[in-house]
């Protein structure tokens, strides 16, 4: 991972977690898929949290000159795919997030902690989204 990479990932998982998303994961799935380097998996409690998430994230990275090369399932707020080219960020309901269980099907992918997930560990403010 390049240093310009790593700032990227963390401004994504600060942006994400200004809005109070749970259960933020980054997974380096750049060894194990050509379709991106990165997936962040994250959860809102709510339909209308989810929405709110994502409309933060595309904005405040909007004023960072990065842009989505796509955005689907804004509307509906269950599952919204936003995909940033190297990035693509999943924002689940949380029952939604458990149904189809991407950490599980991307198990062998390596868990990575940004300076912004470091931060959220040592306050213990954000949870782990339970899979049961």
């Known amino acids: 991972m390049t240093v310009e990479q790593d700032t990227h990932i963390d401004l994504f998982v600060k942006v994400i977690l200004a809005r109070k998303a749970v ?19 994250c959860s809102g409690k709510s339909n209308r ?41 999943h ?12 950490e599980g099907l ?3 992918a390596p868990r990575l902690k940004t300076e912004n997930l470091l931060g959220i560990a040592a306050t213990g403010v954000a949870r782990e989204v339970r899979h049961e």
């Open 49 to 89: 949290q989810v929405s709110a998430i994502a409309d933060h994230v595309q904005r405040e990275l909007k004023t960072a000159g990065i842009r989505p090369l796509s955005v689907e399932g804004a509307r509906e707020g269950h599952w919204v795919l936003m995909d940033y080219g190297y990035v693509i960020i």
């Open 91 to 102: 924002v689940f309901y949380e029952p939604v997030r458990l149904f189809y269980d991407l």
């Open 106 to 108: 991307w198990a062998d």
């Open 23 to 41: 259960g933020v994961v980054v997974l380096d799935v750049h060894e194990l898929t050509s379709l991106a380097d990165y997936f962040i998996i």
